[in-house]
């Protein structure tokens, strides 16, 4: 299979998009952090876990203090192995949480991290959710699609390889970024068909990837500029940082700030993060080093 080779018409510091966040237009001129807001007992880094009242409201306001652009909510693990919990359960935790934050912060921009079209439905309509972020691009759920057609909101497209029960299981690709621009290709041109408009393409650090498929497409990241859509980039202390300099996830913080800085130089719109200050400080210091051009 050839190598997947894309002309670059545009400098990745310059590309400008913007979200329609129900009625609201959020440019991404400025990179944006979305804080990541786990309601769940199993996520992968577990000062992420918030399951209380007390705590969802701590964290939440918290990341806001510390200048989060999105909050990211997600009531089911998808760490690999996982057994995933049931929608009932994923929609009780996510009810509790959008409620909350809803309540005493009504303005600010909300993204549901789901597979169940079902959830991401209930978001929407019942608390305003404001962007859709499903790690599968559809393929755990077909109605996925159609839903966030009729929902009228930005979508995350992630690629995973696998399910998150399977995805660590030895993955392997012919030609990673071939088969990436591939799925990308096909997924973009049926959500485009169904009318939706915002879409954001996130790679998928650490799903269905070994460390060297994760550090490949972070060189080749420039390439996905192809699709002309934002780009998120998430690799907060996952598996790539800690794995080779043989630490755990609560001492990857050093790393994924290098990394981090690297997603920005190479055209990252959104950054997905646990340490919401240490992202700002990224994105602040990546800027003043390209109007300075540094990088």
């Known amino acids: 299979m050839p190598t997947l080779k894309i002309r670059h018409p545009m400098n990745p510091t310059t590309s400008s998009f913007s979200l ?3 009625g609201k237009l959020m440019s991404l001129a400025t990179p944006k952090v979305m804080g990541i807001l786990n309601v769940t007992p199993d996520s992968f880094f577990s000062t992420s876990r918030y399951m209380s009242e007390e705590g969802i409201l ?3 306001g918290e ?3 510390e200048g989060v652009d999105i909050i990211d909510v ?3 693990s998808t760490r690999p192995g996982i057994d995933l919990v049931s929608e009932e359960e994923e929609l009780l935790r996510i009810r509790l949480a959008l409620h909350l934050i809803r309540k005493r912060w009504p303005d600010i921009p909300l993204s549901i991290d789901t597979f169940r079209a079902s959830v991401a439905a209930s978001a929407v309509s019942e608390y305003g959710v404001d962007i859709i972020n499903d790690v599968s691009g ?9 839903t966030v057609a009729a929902l009228k909101v930005p979508y995350i497209l992630m690629h995973m390889k696998g399910t998150p029960t399977t995805m660590q299981k030895n ?3 012919d030609d990673l970024m071939v088969e990436i621009a591939r799925y990308f290709s096909q997924k ?3 959500l485009r068909q169904l009318g939706v408009n915002d879409i954001i393409l996130d790679p998928g650090f650490g799903f269905g990837k070994t460390v060297e498929h994760n550090y490949e497409l972070l ?7 192809v699709f002309d859509v934002p780009l998120l980039v998430g690799v907060s202390r996952k598996s790539m940082i800690y794995k080779p300099l043989n630490k755990t996830p609560d001492e990857s913080l050093h790393g994924t700030i290098v990394l981090n800085t690297l997603a920005l130089s190479k055209g990252a719109h959104i950054l997905r993060v646990h340490d919401v200050a240490a992202a700002r400080e990224c994105v602040q210091l990546v800027q003043t080093c390209q109007n300075a051009g540094l990088c």
């Open 171 to 173: 993955p392997h690709y």
């Open 74 to 76: 997600g009531g089911c």
């Open 63 to 65: 990341m806001i203090d």
């Open 58 to 60: 701590r964290r939440a």
């Open 20 to 22: 329609n966040l129900n």
């Open 188 to 190: 973009i041109q049926q």
């Open 219 to 225: 060189r080749r990241l420039t390439d996905f500029q």
């Open 138 to 146: 559809g393929t755990m759920d077909k109605a996925m699609f159609s």
